[in-house]
């Protein structure tokens, strides 16, 4: 048989058995005790309501708990907040850093008067395996059959195909395909003209190639 528990006015204090100092209600437990009891129609709070209202002490108390730890995580979401906004600045600052140097070695890849640098033809043999060499600039008496060759079949392809690309920009400054003609030793065109006669120069030296070779 399950004994039946007893009444609490019938049990000792367990504080007492445990030799604690017993609590007592505050004032504001105990208006709220009084008033539990008026609204059962009793004159005085017994032991039950005073139960009671110790017992919702402990509530008030988790719910402070509650309260402080969502505190806690505003904080530490702002915390987090701020620690990712610091690693976007720094890979930011760090892409930025990156493209100025792809801009620097592009450039210094990049003859401004014309044609590629002994960085730039490295590059590309680096990148893509080409071994490009520095543009013929020599007279064209002093040429040897190769050095025609190479000058004759630069400029065909340059400045003879059908529909030339753009000379010159919307400043009126020549674009790189027209600078390319300083790289070997041609005056810069800005004319389609200009470009043409280039392209009947190199087909002259193409022409005295064939000739030496035969």
């Known amino acids: 048989m399950a004994k039946t528990p007893r009444a609490p ?3 000792s204090n367990p504080r007492k058995r445990a030799g604690k100092a017993a609590k007592h209600l505050s004032p504001a437990q105990k208006s709220a005790a009084k008033a539990r009891a008026r609204r059962a129609g009793r004159r005085y709070p ?5 139960m009671r209202m110790a017992a919702k002490k ?3 108390k988790k719910t402070s708990k509650k309260k402080t730890f969502k505190k806690k995580t505003s904080k530490s979401k702002a915390k987090s907040a701020k620690k990712s906004a610091k690693k976007s600045r720094k890979r930011s600052a760090k892409k930025t850093a990156k493209s100025s140097r792809k801009g620097s ?3 210094r890849e990049k003859d401004p008067r014309g044609g590629l640098t002994a960085a730039g033809r490295k590059a590309f043999a ?3 395996g080409a071994h ?3 543009g013929v600039t020599k007279p ?5 059959p190769q050095e025609m060759r190479r000058k004759g079949s630069w400029a065909v392809r340059f400045y003879g195909r059908a529909k030339l690309p753009p000379l010159v920009d919307a400043k009126g400054r020549p674009t790189r395909h027209a600078l390319s003609a300083h790289a070997w030793g041609e005056p810069v065109p800005k004319t389609v003209a ?3 006669r280039i392209a009947v120069k190199g087909e002259r030296l193409l022409a005295r190639y064939r000739r030496t070779k035969r």
């Open 58 to 60: 402990t509530s008030k």
């Open 194 to 196: 200009a470009a043409r």
């Open 126 to 128: 680096r990148k893509q």
């Open 140 to 144: 064209e008496a002093e040429m040897t």
């Open 132 to 134: 490009l060499r520095p």
């Open 46 to 50: 017994n032991l039950v309501d005073n």
């Open 9 to 11: 006015w019938k049990r």
């Open 105 to 107: 070695a592009s450039a």
